[in-house]
């Protein structure tokens, strides 16, 4: 049986209220002796107090709810633990739910999270609109880490993605002449920016005439190692590019594997550049040129509004465009330092 707060005051010879007076500081003086037998009788029956019953009484359960596509992937992850590193500073706890594109997981995550009256919710992607509808119906500050249109009640902040894109893509086609280039990309998530992404590489494209049908675009509806590579071989035995874009770097790791596999070289005979700038990007032999996706920032931002929020109460919707700069390695061509041949992908 769990110990009480009567048991507590019960074995220092006090009331439950003095108790109350000790585990919550400024509310009542309390004597020395008084304090002393019960912090000794908290210390020998292992007493807890209730964190959720504490906070209740102060309307908040120093808590926040995380909704994410998949863990699995590394940028995904990457947010997730630079959250959990603020809240964790702030003196929050983080509970974090992986929900992928199944409706009912993410309602029953939803659910839950308003169930144990968690102070904020952040989602990582998008949802289907039905439920972002639900979540901004909820009366507690929700903010999503995704590209979403203005008006619906919730705020969100994603990295800048078309025009990065198109600056990736327009680097290949300008600087190493390339003429022919594929895009690889994935559908899983419904996110908006990854949409955006493709079109950037359109973009760059159509700037210069170059061909940038449907053709030249393999999507997949997940985002693996695996899905990179069945990209690269499709492509490459239908549209044949000299080069890849691909929209995220899982995806461009699995794609240099494919064209290994072929006796091909990166970047000697098929360049790759990528979007997210994560490990795996900066541990890819040959490095691979990246458009960094801030994670960090993203986080340190999506932390900040949601604590102004909780301060001040209700305030407007914002949409956060963070921006994005290009790392150059050598997967494009360029003449830069290779990573470490052993630390292959």
């Known amino acids: 049986m769990a110990v009480t707060r009567a048991d507590v005051a019960k074995l220092a010879g006090v009331s439950?209220?003095?108790v109350s007076y000790v585990l919550n500081p400024g509310s009542r003086p309390v004597s020395?002796?008084?304090?002393?037998?019960?912090e000794a009788a908290i210390a020998e029956l292992g007493y807890r107090p209730n964190a959720i019953a504490q906070a209740l009484r102060r309307s908040s359960t120093m808590s926040m709810g995380l909704m994410v596509p998949n863990?699995?992937?590394?940028?995904?992850?990457?947010?997730?633990?630079?959250?959990?590193?603020?809240?964790?500073?702030?003196?929050?706890?983080?509970?974090?739910?992986?929900?992928?594109?199944?409706?009912?997981?993410?309602?029953?995550?939803?659910?839950?999270?308003?169930?144990?009256q968690v102070d904020a919710i952040i989602v990582i992607?998008?949802?289907?609109?039905?439920?972002?509808?639900?979540?901004?119906?909820?009366?507690?500050?929700?903010?999503?880490?995704?590209?979403?249109?203005?008006?619906?009640?919730?705020?969100?902040?994603?990295?800048?993605?078309?025009?990065?894109?198109?600056?990736?893509?327009?680097?290949?086609?300008?600087?190493?002449?390339?003429?022919?280039?594929?895009?690889?990309?994935?559908?899983?998530?419904?996110?908006?920016?990854?949409?955006?992404?493709?079109?950037?590489?359109?973009?760059a494209l159509d700037a210069h005439g170059l061909p940038s049908g449907d053709d030249w675009v393999f999507t997949s509806a997940?985002?693996?190692r695996t899905s990179g590579a069945l990209g690269a071989d499709t492509l490459l035995d239908s549209v044949a590019p000299t080069a890849f874009f691909t929209t995220s770097d899982m995806q461009a790791v699995g794609l240099i594997g494919a064209i290994r596999h072929r006796g091909l070289m990166v970047p000697r005979d098929i360049a790759v550049v990528s979007y997210e700038n994560s490990d795996l990007a900066?541990?890819?032999?040959?490095?691979?040129?990246?458009?960094?996706?801030?994670?960090d920032e993203?986080?340190?931002?999506?932390?900040?509004?949601?604590?102004?929020?909780?301060?001040?109460?209700?305030?407007?919707?914002?949409?956060?465009?963070?921006?994005?700069?290009?790392?150059?390695?050598?997967?494009?061509?360029?003449?830069?330092?290779?990573?470490?041949?052993?630390?292959?992908?």
Do not use: K
């Open 222 to 224: 997940e985002c693996t």
């Open 32 to 38: 020395a002796s008084a304090r002393a037998r019960i």
């Open 16 to 18: 439950p209220a003095v």
């Open 298 to 345: 993203v986080a340190r931002l999506a932390m900040e509004r949601l604590v102004a929020r909780l301060r001040d109460g209700a305030l407007p919707e914002t949409h956060d465009v963070v921006p994005t700069e290009i790392v150059y390695r050598a997967s494009c061509g360029c003449d830069v330092p290779l990573a470490n041949p052993a630390a292959s992908t």
């Open 125 to 203: 992607g998008s949802l289907a609109p039905e439920l972002m509808a639900q979540i901004a119906d909820e009366p507690l500050p929700v903010i999503v880490l995704d590209e979403i249109g203005a008006g619906s009640g919730i705020s969100s902040i994603h990295t800048e993605s078309r025009e990065s894109s198109r600056e990736v893509v327009t680097h290949l086609i300008e600087q190493h002449g390339h003429e022919r280039i594929g895009c690889v990309t994935s559908s899983g998530s419904r996110s908006r920016t990854t949409g955006a992404r493709v079109a950037g590489w359109r973009d």
């Open 71 to 116: 863990l699995g992937h590394v940028v995904v992850a990457d947010t997730a633990s630079a959250l959990e590193d603020i809240a964790y500073e702030l003196g929050y706890v983080l509970f974090v739910g992986s929900v992928g594109d199944d409706r009912e997981r993410a309602e029953r995550y939803l659910r839950t999270y308003v169930d144990r």
């Open 282 to 295: 900066v541990r890819a032999f040959p490095g691979l040129t990246s458009v960094d996706c801030r994670t």
